[in-house]
């Protein structure tokens, strides 16, 4: 469909628009050609061969199926409008038919068709609505572009994010992403950094290549080297068969080593020999195999430090950092919260199929005013949790952990006066009776020093024990 970025003259313009009628009715054609052709460029299709055609013209914007001219009924005219809606979503589709069955029109509009007309066809009303339903579906087109334009300034392959700090990183990831250098990621725990691991490779060249992630943190040191480097059959106790490492099954891809700084100085030591003779040999092992792979790796200690204070070798620091890539914490990235927000309630409600939801505007407050130490992972278990226990159409500020609720001003709010609101003169009372009870029991029961204590007239103390019903002695 042509572009909807100019609204005016759309109705002058001749034959801006392509329908095809399939119909059997040369008489009937004839008459639509002409009531149409102000706007319209009329085809007419009566064989099998013509619709297929039909089907397959680019150019085409609408087709005018009459339900008389296919098969022996209008039920196989109605099979017709719904394999071409099948074939052609994006097509406007108008059923025509002299048959007053009530049932037509619901099987037609099920079957896929814009409109229902019954014969004789009004040429007039049918162009009006025509030109009608094809403005109405360039404008979602446009909206749609729009939308997809936003959607590509706010996200970068799995990355959601728009603010100037995550822009930053998205430029860093294109800059690297077809280089063969070695990268290491750094951020602080939950920020996405496997992520961005993923995103370097989706736009370089080893995209279609194996992408071997290992945590190496997650597996004690005995098990590291193994599954680092892989073994022989017999290399130790249980080694029943040969395995390969994760490195040489990263070969022609990506190795991604997620806190690589946990690993200690002897297997530091080996993986360097592997980056500088780019072969590896397993556990038990006689020969080198030779290995093609690029190196991303992450960490979210101070690698300087380690490397001046001896925990991290100065030469294995200097072969991974070649190109580093920072992300930012999610309290850094401005703007950030609120896309990150939107993106997990779809994804968790398409995931638990639940109905869509939207986040009230003081629940995304309380959000955006939050530190959040987690960052991006930490959100995300926030919504998941939000989406999961709730079970209307919102979600409200209650459904909020209590830390969070705490720690913002419209969180507090939100504590105070809950979403169905409050009974105000049973809330001061319950709040008398509390600090009275609690003055009371500070003072052993006497009335004259709990008066003194809450500075309070005596008289008045008396007075709101007995009206609220709260014991204690007059001394």
């Known amino acids: 469909m042509e572009s909807s970025n100019s609204s005016s003259g759309r109705v002058s313009n001749p034959e801006r628009y392509s329908i095809a009628v399939i119909t059997l009715e040369e008489d009937m054609f004839r008459e639509m050609r002409r009531g149409l052709s102000a706007n319209f460029r009329v085809a007419l299709a009566s064989t ?12 085409l914007h609408g087709i005018v199926v009459d339900l008389e001219s296919i098969g022996d009924e209008p039920s196989d005219g109605i099979e017709v409008v719904q394999e071409i809606r099948r074939l052609c979503p994006g097509l406007i589709l108008v059923a025509i038919t002299k048959s007053s069955s009530s049932e037509l029109p619901l099987l037609a509009s099920q079957a896929g068709a814009d409109h229902f007309f019954l014969k004789p066809v009004d040429c007039e009303q049918l162009r009006a609505v025509l030109l ?4 109405k579906r360039a404008l979602q087109l446009e909206g749609q572009w729009l939308l997809e334009q936003v959607a590509n300034r706010t ?10 700090a995550m822009r930053k990183v998205y430029q860093a990831i294109e800059a690297v992403a077809g280089s063969n250098a070695s990268v290491v990621i750094r951020g602080e725990s939950g920020v996405g950094k496997e992520l961005v691991a993923r995103a370097i490779v989706q736009c370089g060249e080893r995209s279609a290549q194996p992408f071997i992630c290992l945590n190496c943190s997650a597996l004690p040191e005995t098990l590291m080297e193994s599954e680092l480097f892989g073994y022989e059959r017999g290399a130790f106790t249980g080694a029943d068969g040969a395995k390969p490492g994760m490195i040489e099954l990263a070969n022609r891809g990506t ?15 080996k993986l360097l020999r592997v980056l500088q003779e780019r072969s590896v040999q397993r556990l038990g092992g006689r020969v080198a195999k030779k290995i093609d792979f690029r190196l991303i790796t992450a960490t979210n200690d101070d690698l300087e430090e380690m490397v001046r204070t001896g925990r991290f070798r100065e030469d294995l620091y200097y072969r991974i950092n070649v190109v580093p890539i920072f992300v930012p914490p999610l309290r850094e990235r401005e703007g950030d ?27 995304m407050e ?31 500020a209650y ?3 209590q830390q969070l609720l705490s720690s913002s001003a419209a969180g507090q709010e939100a504590i105070l006066i ?31 020093a709990a008066a003194n204590l809450l500075r309070l007239d005596p008289q008045r103390m008396k007075y709101l024990c007995r009206t609220l019903k709260i014991g204690g002695s007059q001394g």
Request: proline share 5%; hydrophobic share 40%; glycine share 6%.
């Open 366 to 396: 309380i959000l955006e005013q939050y530190s959040w130490p987690g960052n991006v992972r930490e959100l995300e278990n926030v919504v998941q949790r939000m989406v999961l226990m709730s079970d209307g159409s919102s979600v409200a």
């Open 255 to 269: 190795l991604f080593l997620d806190e690589i700084t946990t690993l200690n100085h002897s297997l530091q030591s």
């Open 399 to 401: 459904q909020l952990p």
């Open 132 to 135: 009608q339903t094809l403005e």
């Open 337 to 363: 919260v609120s896309l990150l927000v939107e993106h997990f309630v779809r994804l968790y409600c398409t995931a638990n199929h639940k109905p869509p939801k939207q986040v009230q505007p003081e629940v």
């Open 418 to 448: 809950p979403e169905e609101g409050v009974d105000f003169d049973a809330e001061m009372e319950r709040i008398q009776i509390a600090y009275l009870n609690a003055a009371l029991r500070r003072t052993g029961g006497k009335k004259s």
């Open 48 to 59: 099998e061969s013509q619709i297929k055609l039909l089907i397959d013209d680019p150019e």
């Open 155 to 164: 996200a970068f392959c799995d990355l959601i994010g728009g603010s100037e």
